[in-house]
């Protein structure tokens, strides 16, 4: 089997390197962690990478915009989509301390300033921990391994305890359960029609009434499953959008899936097709 | 006249505090300039504000989404909305030296990051100067002017300048001309629909293929013009949305819109109108 080189944000142990190490699990990975999606696309867009992963939307926080940008000015296909469930544990070193005891007298907890917002009911009912803010998850945890002080800790990810040598010190610190992240996996090849059963697009439309919703009826008209739509300014027109559709169909309605791609062009300014591929599936619901 | 009680987010010549002047130009106003927009809601809400004013969408970077949550979940009411024209200016303290000279010598620019990044073309151009964020462009324009160095500038609006002494060394630092931010003005009373042309509404539909089309198509089958729309995730949920749509009407379309909502009530979930309103204008496109 060859190796495929897959790039994504971050360190060892980023919610984006747990997301590589799960959609890949059945293939030879060489891990290329990289700064800023930017560097994803370039990547992939240039061929030095076969595979990238980036981002696009949170179930509590929404969309990753700078993503949906980036898929409108590269020239790459998306190839999957993988959900990752998204826990957030409290991460300390190593120590003799009880968990109770070291709870009570933690002085300052670090990490990404989202994962602190989700995690907002435990810093109320234990109000005299100092929160800092961290650029990722993982630098908070390497941090915390790092500074070696039982009385600081991260929050992040179980596999991030593991890779840092910390331990939990309290389990399921996040507010809302439902937490999962939708990344889409881009590559340089394009998957085929055939093997699909999602597509994603941005398309523009005439600045009337009535054409986004000419647009959107060719896929109802022909019982398609509209999954998510997404506006974007376009630089230069205020107030005028690019909109990212993803939809989907049954096994029984693939064959006509090319001739709606053909439909939407005619109700539509422009349209450009990120990429046919498998939809994910949402674990543990 | 009596007096109205306004409340925006930041200090003397923040963009919010602009739009304020400029959207209550010909109004007896007491300003509250408060630290963040929950504030804002809270205050409308309590009725200890008449107005507050909330930026909901720049052209250039995207809708601002803490804004969407806040609507749906405070019982306020939209009356308004304003086009600001943001136009970025290099300013300093007054100086003998030739402007020129001073941008030669030039060596740190501070600004909110939004206005950094809106300046690429401009540090591209002059590499020699340090980038440094602040929280805000009036904070930063402030901390210019409490500074007193010559060679320290921010990026601020023209406005800022004169609030806080400065001058400005160079004009339209922007990258992009069409840059707008478009603010809703937020009530304690709610407006009448007669003297309005414009609505917001947050809507939910059931999870199925072809229900989002069902609800638009009331708006377009009515000739109505669906000025934007906006999906975020809801808790609990994931990956399920509530949709934010503004949509407008012309004069003789006036009299059908209350049974337009009817209509729309019956072809979604749940719909919460957030209020009438006079379209803004954005000026000098």
Known sequence: MDTKKITYLGIDGSYSHLAALEYFKDDDINLIGVKNFNQIFEKVQSGEADYGLVPVENSLAGSVYDNYDLLFEHDINVVGEHYLKIDLHLLGIDSEMPHDIRLQHLSKVVSHYKALEQSEGFFQKHNWIHKEIYSDTAGAAKFVSDQKDPLLAAIASRQTADIYGLKIIKESVHDNPHNFTRFLIIGYKKNELKNSNKCSIIFTVLHLPGSLVMALKVLSDN???????????????????????????????????????????????????????KSGAIANL
Do not use: C, M
């Open 223 to 277: 019982k398609i499953n509209l999954v998510k739509i997404e506006s974007r300014p376009i630089h230069g027109k205020p107030f005028e959008y690019l909109f990212y559709v993803d939809f989907s169909w049954d096994h029984e309605q693939a064959d006509k899936v090319h001739d709606i791609l053909q439909e939407l062009k005619q109700n539509t300014q422009t349209v450009k097709i990120l990429g046919y591929y």
